[in-house]
């Protein structure tokens, strides 16, 4: 098996072990953005479910304590998070369910139901396979008005030339025979009365009457009976040039039994005409107003309604052909080729074939026509037309490979028993009407084009839940019988509703009514929580959202989800963020402080403090063992002493400038706070590697006293001058200042050093205690409001 089949054949079912199989599909529905779902005017459930299909609706009874009922609408994560059980939660799953009981040998799996919820989507795959060889039924209908003369006299040779060459494709194959004329009224046909009854009358050939269908033989083996009834026919005529195919063809069609279809055989009707057909409009010339019914009508094997009602529409034609898993093969004359041509993009399932002069191609056209028609698998899913806007359906045909795809719904070039797979998707938009008295399951067929098997699928509209009120579901006891009791509630239980630790009923954001707290309405938000302790409007925010979606707000605190941390949480409660390359927190030099690195040593920056531009790195190193080689005094010999902090060699010298610094570095090592050794990194090989000057560089005493005296004396002045500037801009800014006493003030008098005296600051609001607001917020007028 290729892995292309064994991908797919996941979801076609071994029936013969599980009685019943269910499949439940996650709805692939777009994850709404959290907030859809919640709307201060949802008050039930079921409006809960219309506002997208990951809405949910909790029931549960303490839920969010006295906060508004819209809050019970919330996605089922944010309604987990604010505490509601998962069983309280109503939110009606999507769900494919597949029954696997019934057998079927081309279409799996035969019966589907699904449930759906607004605005949500479902998705399952069918697959169709063909056979190798079918039982085959051919109809012959023909038409046989004058022209059609010659065809007929030819067709009862090829009806048994034909039939000996389908014995070959086919395990069993019988044929029937019907023909067609025209509805026999004005101005289809002559109404003189001689011409009534022998419309060929001027060309002096004796014809039958005009018939819109008569069913001449049922559908059988015999072809000796085929034969005899060829010769027996005669032809007829009419006046216009279209004939009435279409009538006759829904008549072949829809009277299954009359004409003899076998359940178990492919379908093939035949369809031999060298003109167009009428189409449903057409009728209205002839005074006949009455759709058709698409019904069967045939009494003593001649249709009775041909002058009562309408010819059929292509569109019911096609649905009709379909749902009786007919093929239609068109074998049509030359001229009249390009107006069927148009059709077969109308009728699923149709041939369309040149006959040749005296219908000599007949039997290589319809043997042609049997195996294209077999070599291709098309699906056609058609929901309940009352429903259909309601539903969308979309449909992806996955072919095996070596055939093509054709549109979505079609593959074609198939061998026989190859498997091609359809991958439909359903998707509901809304709920039925408030007056629609259909609540029921909605049907949705998927049928193979000519296959007489096809899939029900029933769908289940998840418009209701089984809890709509709060807590519908459980008793609402306490309440009614604390209703009972007293209405002053506040004697019952006064205790209760007084949170542990704090002086206040219900946090002073609510009133205890029968010993539970009903949270006062707030403009800034929704207050919520068993003592009221909750809301959503008085924490710190973070990127807009309130202890920046990472915490509950309580009593003004943000109480953070786990691993989180921060007035806002905003802080990952982890230092693995701060840890650098080489496993240390923020290379040690530094503090994590939420989730960033603080660094402790000034020089040093970045993401860890790992960078130091300013810091020496060439020489710094070096210090320790300058300063080792300091404390033995600069003798030869203390180089083995100082082995632990310095190169192996390292040598004294007398005048350091002299050394050429090009071949390393010359550095500094402070030894006290006026003087300084030099030395040198010496990077050429052979002579020592550290060059130390005997002699320290010191600042002499008169030099310091000289630099510290000038540095004294500049910064003196530099203070005075300071001062003095300072001093000219106050003054101006003085007489800039408006008199207290003179309320003249000329407020155009612009001055350039005038400086703003206040600040403005934005401060976050924070309520700590119970303040009374009084903020007027105007109404919006529900008819603004636009309802989804
Ligand atoms: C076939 O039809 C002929 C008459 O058309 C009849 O004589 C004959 O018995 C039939 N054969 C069978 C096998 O029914
Ligand atoms: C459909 O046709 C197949 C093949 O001929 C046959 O085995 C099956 O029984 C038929 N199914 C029905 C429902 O008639
Ligand atoms: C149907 O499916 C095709 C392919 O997956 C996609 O391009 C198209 O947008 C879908 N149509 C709808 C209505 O979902
Ligand atoms: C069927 O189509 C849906 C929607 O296009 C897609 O999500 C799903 O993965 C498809 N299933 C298979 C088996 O291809
Ligand atoms: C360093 O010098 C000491 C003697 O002062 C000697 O014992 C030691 O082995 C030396 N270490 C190295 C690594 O040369």
Known sequence: ????????????????????????????????????????????????????????????????????????????????????????????????????????????????????????????????????????????????????????????????????????????????????VDKPVAPYISVHPSKIINPCREYEVQCRPTHGFIHVLPITEN????????????ISGNMDTPEGGFDAMLQAAVCQKDIGWRAEAKHLLLMMTDQPSHLALDSKLAG??????????????????TTNMEHPTIGQLADILLQNSIYSIFAVDNVQYKWYEDLLDLLPGAYLGRLFPKATNLKDLVVDAYKKLLSEVEIEV??????????????????????????????????????????????????????????????????????????????????????????????????????????????????????????????????CVCGECVCDHSNLGTIYGKFCEMDDFSCPYQEGLLCGGRGQCTLGECVCQAGWTGESCGCPASTETCQSSDGLLCSGRGRCACGRCLCDHPPYSGEFCEKCPTCYTACQPHWLCVACHLTHGLVQGSSEQCNRTCAPVVGYVDDITEMASVLGKHCLYPSTERCHYRFHIGVEPGSPQLQISRQPECLSSQRYF???????????????????????????????????????????????????????????????????????????????????
């Not at 019966?111 to 079918?134: H, M």
């Not at 000996?164 to 025979?177: A, I, K, N, T, Y």
Request: hydrophobic share 35%.
């Open 1 to 180: 098996m290729t892995s292309w089949l064994r991908k797919y054949t996941n979801f076609i079912l071994h029936r013969k072990l599980l009685i019943s199989l269910l499949i439940v599909f996650i709805s692939i529905s777009q994850t709404a953005a959290d907030g859809a779902c919640a709307s201060p005017y949802v008050s039930s459930c079921e409006e809960c479910l219309l506002r997208g299909p990951d809405c949910g609706w909790c029931i549960q009874e303490d839920f969010l304590d006295g906060a508004h009922v819209s809050q019970r609408c919330d996605s089922t994560s944010s309604l987990l998070r604010k505490g509601c059980r998962e069983e309280f939660i109503q939110s009606p799953r999507v769900k494919v369910e597949v029954d696997a009981t019934l057998s079927s040998t081309q279409v799996a799996p035969r019966k589907i139901s699904i449930q759906l919820r607004p605005g949500s989507q479902a998705s399952f795959v069918v697959e169709v396979r063909q056979l190798e060889r079918y039982p085959v039924d051919l109809y012959y209908l023909v038409d046989v008005s004058a022209s059609m003369k010659d065809n007929l006299e030819r067709l009862n040779n090829v009806g048994v030339a034909l039939s000996h060459q389908m014995r070959e494709h086919s395990s069993d194959f019988r044929v029937g025979f019907g023909s067609f």
């Open 223 to 234: 072809m000796t009976e085929f034969t005899r009834v060829i010769q027996q026919q005669r």
């Open 288 to 305: 006949i107003v009455v759709p058709h019914d698409g019904q069967c009508h045939l009494e003593d094997n001649t249709y009775t309604e």
């Open 382 to 511: 058609t929901v309940d037309h009352r429903h259909a806007h309601r539903f969308w359906v979309n449909v992806t045909a996955i072919c095996p490979p070596g055939s093509s795809v054709t549109g979505n719904n079609k593959c074609s070039n198939l061998k026989p028993k190859q498997k091609v797979f359809f991958n439909i998707t359903v998707g509901m938009t809304s709920c039925p009407g408030e007056d629609s008295e259909e609540d029921n399951d909605v049907g949705l067929s998927v049928q193979p084009v000519g296959f007489n098997e096809s899939v029900t699928v029933t769908m289940k509209q998840a418009c209701s839940c089984q809890c709509s009120q709060r807590g519908g579901c459980l008793d609402d006891g306490v309440a009614s019988t604390c209703n009972d009791i007293s209405e002053n509630t506040e004697q019952v239980s006064p205790d209760v509703c007084q949170p542990e630790g704090s002086g206040k009923i219900c946090n002073g954001r609510g009133t």
């Open 706 to 788: 000289v630099t510290f005296l000038s540095v004294f004396l500049l910064t003196v002045v530099l203070g005075l001058g300071i001062l003095a500037v300072l001093r000219i801009m106050l003054r101006r800014k003085e007489e800039a200042q408006p008199d207290p006493q003179n309320p003249q003030f000329d407020t155009n008098k612009k001055d350039p050093s005038y400086a703003p005296t206040t600040n403005e600051k934005t401060v976050t609001y924070r309520r700590d205690h119970n303040v009374e607001m009084h903020v007027q917020v105007p109404k919006m007028p529900l008819d603004d409001i636009g309802w989804q």
